[in-house]
């Protein structure tokens, strides 16, 4: 086999044995690889009902054939698991140079069950593992925590992935970092490593990926830079990261404003990419390969703490939900918070929503002085929203409540706290607004790990207005009719269906989204299947990719569905729905329950589902090559 | 009569020092089309405009006071029409 290595590792915990699995490469061609391999050992190791923070939930972390192969945006790592944040499915995806690293030591990824008696560090090295003692690295931050890993084992060119002391205490939106400021980051998965007592696994390895066609991903390698300055999304990522898209967002109605009741902040300009170009951005960063250098990295103070670039700088999202969401115009403070996640190992998106979450409740009064332990939690206060950052990290005072996420501490806080969670199957919802970009209403609410913005293309990608690639690229998956960004009509519904195929893929395959895409990105999804035979030798074509995509997600979906969760989870908060926005271009905007409903309709329909239930018919998973999934 | 105009993202590029707030004097019965050429950006490159935080086509006249904001092709839009490039592939 080509791109693959043929191995995956797995590791019992609770009795320190590890061995090594050597798949059939029928296994490989059915799952390719990240989110679906993921699933498949989740849905066989672990019961149904399963505690997501028990012994029993496996959590994986899987590469796919393209990662390590020198071309951009293949350095990736999907992990999956029960989510402790949803009880469902948890999904998150991870870059940097770690996912190459695994790659070059000779594993496709690594399955972890049962839960170690003692902290460890799993070291894995050119082929081979072991479990070493780590209790004196439990409690450490991440940048500590890895400089000891790499002084202790000799190589400062060992990477490693941790959990922070927010992993440690089971904040359930803990993240999984690797080189101290790459998160998977959404759905606790951080949360679940810490369970288990298994502080880091190290990698080092020196094996070449072995591709069939070196010459074409040479090529379409040295394509890249020179695309660059005609992609204007791209090239904006490269110049100003994600945060290129805030102000734009803000002049469209369309970013998260106090908690979801606005979609325009008057101090977007102060927190948006331009600016921070123009002060503490000191250099992009990016991943192993990868031509974009979309990450962020500054230097910086808030209130005489550093910001080190060490922990990278704060994307869009993050500059959103700590920003925007909270009411804060301070870049600084910002920062600080995204250091502080970083640092403890924290999802920045569900910390910062459910900081603004807290923030409402403070202003509606169902939180009080004595309740946050004297904090003013009043929009806006940026001192405040740093202070609980790290207290949630530590699980101290009000952040014990708050590592819950907002759907749980809404749970115990009780009254009319429940009306002002944004999130849709207890994840918290990212910076995309369903007001103005329509198909996010369809796709928040049938993701089978919650609102999600990386699980479909948005809106502005394929209406009458977009650039002539986008609309060629939509039209290889089928899509030829672009709308309007407002309307959820059922041409829409069909571009989520098809877009979330692609998405889908890209999460199996381990693709940076950023790079491999529908729409705007680098490479379009004609280079995706031309990458895949590439590297495997095996035949691809755009077919095939959607399909692998369709598979992953029937995978999913089963998952939730033998957890009992169908039609009735997939749905919206109360706020989107009856809550108009206030001011600026989205101004009364909201989202109707009826135009939810007919498309949820029409999407089961288009998946082959059941429209009651919301779950995979029988007949779809076995055409899919799924019957053992009923 | 004095017009304020903000250039975001990559547009900073095409002005003298990059600067994102530029005030300019124009003549009455201006419109977004006449201030682009008097700031000498390429027409293409300037994609999305607000006035007063509404979206305005280019042939939009100017009221003094005016606050433009401009943007370039992010968030998939096209260049205009008449500059239409040809697929890069």
């Known amino acids: ?630 | 009569m004095i017009i304020t105009i903000r250039l975001y993202a990559t547009l900073r590029a095409h002005v003298p020092n990059g600067k994102k707030v530029l005030e300019l004097d124009v003549p009455e019965g201006s419109t977004v089309t006449d201030l682009v050429a008097r700031l000498g950006i390429p027409a293409q490159v300037v994609r999305k405009v607000f006035v007063g935080g509404v979206a305005r086509e280019k042939s939009y006249v100017l009221q003094p006071g005016d606050e433009v904001g401009m943007f370039p092709p992010i968030a998939g839009g096209a260049p205009v029409q008449e500059f239409l490039q040809t697929s890069t592939r």
């Not at chain 1, 505690?51 to 951009?72: F, K, R, Y």
């Not at chain 1, 695309?227 to 990522?237: A, E, S, T």
């Not at chain 1, 913005?453 to 502005?460: K, L």
Request: aromatic content about 8%; glycine content about 12%; hydrophobic content about 35%.
């Open chain 1, 1 to 630: 086999m080509y791109g693959y290595a043929g191995k995956i590792l797995h590791v019992d915990l609770t009795t320190g044995s590890i061995h090594i699995e050597e798949p059939s490469e029928a296994f490989y061609r059915t799952y390719v690889g990240g989110s679906a391999m993921g699933t498949f050992y989740l849905y066989k190791n672990t019961p149904a009902g399963a505690d997501p923070l028990g012994p029993q939930n496996t959590l994986s972390l899987m590469l796919s054939a393209a990662t390590g192969v020198s071309i951009s945006g293949q350095s990736r790592m999907t992990t999956t698991a029960k989510s402790p944040l949803t009880g469902l499915i948890g999904d998150s995806q991870v870059g940097g140079f770690l996912p190459a690293e695994l790659k070059f030591a000779g594993f496709d990824g690594i399955v972890l069950t049962g839960r170690s008696p003692q902290s460890v560090c799993l070291w894995i090295h050119d082929g081979q593992a072991e479990l070493r003692d780590a209790s004196h690295l439990w409690g450490k931050i991440t940048g500590d925590t890895e400089a000891l890993i790499k002084q202790e084992l000799g190589d400062p060119k060992i990477e490693v992935a941790q959990v922070g002391p927010g992993g440690e205490k089971m904040v359930r939106f803990a993240a999984i970092m690797n080189m101290s400021n790459r998160a998977n980051g959404r759905t606790g998965m951080g949360a679940v490593m810490g369970s288990k007592n298994l502080k880091a696994i190290a990698v080092r390895g020196h094996h070449k990926v072995k591709v069939t066609d070196q010459a074409t991903i040479a090529k379409m390698h040295r394509m890249g830079p020179k695309r660059l300055p005609d992609l204007p999304d791209v090239h904006g990522l490269q110049v100003y990261g994600t945060a290129s898209g805030m102000n734009y967002q803000n002049a469209m109605g369309g970013l998260p404003t106090r908690n979801w009741t606005s979609g325009v902040f008057g101090e977007a300009e102060a927190i948006s990419g331009e600016t921070m170009s123009e002060t503490i951005l000191k250099e992009n960063d990016t991943c192993y390969a990868c031509v974009v250098r979309c990450k962020r990295v500054v230097e910086t103070e808030y209130r005489h703490k550093k910001v080190q670039p060490f922990y990278g700088g704060p994307e869009y999202e993050t500059l959103s939900t700590f920003g925007s969401y909270c009411g804060i115009g301070d870049l600084n403070a910002i920062s600080l918070a995204n250091q502080l996640c970083n640092q403890h190992g924290l999802d920045t998106i569900s910390c910062g929503a459910t900081i603004a979450f807290a923030m409402d409740c403070f202003e509606h009064g169902h939180l009080t002085l004595e309740d946050t332990g004297g904090i003013d939690l009043h929009f806006g206060n940026a001192e405040s929203m740093v202070a609980l950052v790290e207290k949630i990290a530590q699980r101290e005072g009000l952040g014990d409540l708050l590592a819950e996420g907002s759907a749980l501490a809404a749970e115990k806080i009780g009254g009319g706290a429940r009306d002002l969670v944004v999130a849709v199957k207890g994840e918290e919802v990212p910076a995309h607004m369903p007001q103005v970009k329509r198909s996010l209403a369809l796709i928040y609410a049938v993701n089978p790990f919650g609102a999600d913005h990386q699980s479909h293309e948005h809106d502005p990608f394929y209406n009458p207005e977009s650039a002539p690639l986008c609309l060629e690229r939509m039209a290889m998956i089928g899509l030829t009719d672009p709308q309007p960004d407002r309307l959820l009509n059922q041409e829409k519904v069909k571009m989520a269906v098809h877009t979330q195929r692609t998405y889908s893929f890209t999460d199996t395959a381990n693709l940076c989204q950023f790079v491999y895409g529908p729409a705007w990105q680098l490479y379009g999804p004609d280079e995706m299947a031309a990458l895949m035979q590439a590297v495997t030798g095996w035949q691809w074509t755009v077919e095939d990719v959607q399909k692998i995509g369709e598979r992953r997600l029937n995978m999913i979906r089963a998952f939730n569905a033998r957890e009992g969760a169908g039609r009735d989870r997939d749905t919206l908060p109360k706020r989107i729905f009856d809550e108009p926005l206030k001011g600026g271009a989205s101004d009364g905007v909201s989202v109707t329950r009826e135009e939810v409903q007919a498309a949820l309709d029409l999407y089961y329909e288009l998946c082959g589902w059941d429209k009651t239930t919301g779950m995979p018919t029988r007949a779809k998973l076995e055409a899919l090559d799924l019957g053992w999934m009923t």
